[in-house]
């Protein structure tokens, strides 16, 4: 496994994802709730950009005709067709077999590393 360097904290801090490329591949990194994830840039459905999509939330379960909104800024929408993922776990909101491909991320002082094979 080798450790790649990425950001710096404060990037995400400002803008909230940051996109790079290591070893050829497109990710995009997040940072949630204080976490950082890194997250390949393809979506599993047609392989869209995903990570240059909208974070933001989305409907939460509720009774008929009851529409509460949650888990603002927790989840990726793809530019493409509208799949929303969690950009915790990187499942897809319906269909959990869909989900992206993810990176171990460290953080040492204010730099931020992808652990990849």
């Given at each position: 496994?080798?450790?790649?360097?990425?950001?710096?904290?404060?990037?995400?801090?400002?803008?909230?994802?940051?996109?790079?490329?290591?070893?050829?591949?497109?990710?995009?990194?997040?940072?949630?709730?204080?976490?950082?994830?890194?997250?390949?840039?393809?979506?599993?459905?047609?392989?869209a950009p995903?990570?240059?999509?909208?974070?933001?939330?989305?409907?939460?379960?509720?009774?008929?005709?009851?529409?509460?909104?949650?888990?603002?800024?927790?989840?990726?929408?793809?530019?493409?067709?509208?799949?929303?993922?969690?950009?915790?776990?990187?499942?897809?909101?319906?269909?959990?077999?869909?989900?992206?491909?993810?990176?171990?991320?460290?953080?040492?002082?204010?730099?931020?590393?992808?652990?990849?094979?």
């Amino acid at each position: 496994m080798t450790r790649h360097a990425v950001a710096k904290v404060a990037d995400l801090r400002e803008k909230g994802r940051h996109l790079v490329e290591v070893k050829g591949m497109e990710l995009g990194i997040f940072m949630v709730d204080g976490q950082y994830y890194a997250w390949r840039n393809v979506c599993p459905h047609a392989a869209a950009p995903v990570c240059v999509g909208k974070v933001c939330g989305t409907r939460l379960p509720s009774m008929v005709y009851d529409y509460e909104f949650g888990r603002d800024q927790e989840i990726l929408r793809c530019p493409w067709h509208g799949w929303e993922f969690d950009l915790k776990t990187g499942r897809h909101l319906v269909d959990t077999d869909a989900k992206l491909r993810g990176f171990a991320v460290e953080v040492e002082d204010e730099d931020i590393y992808v652990v990849m094979p």
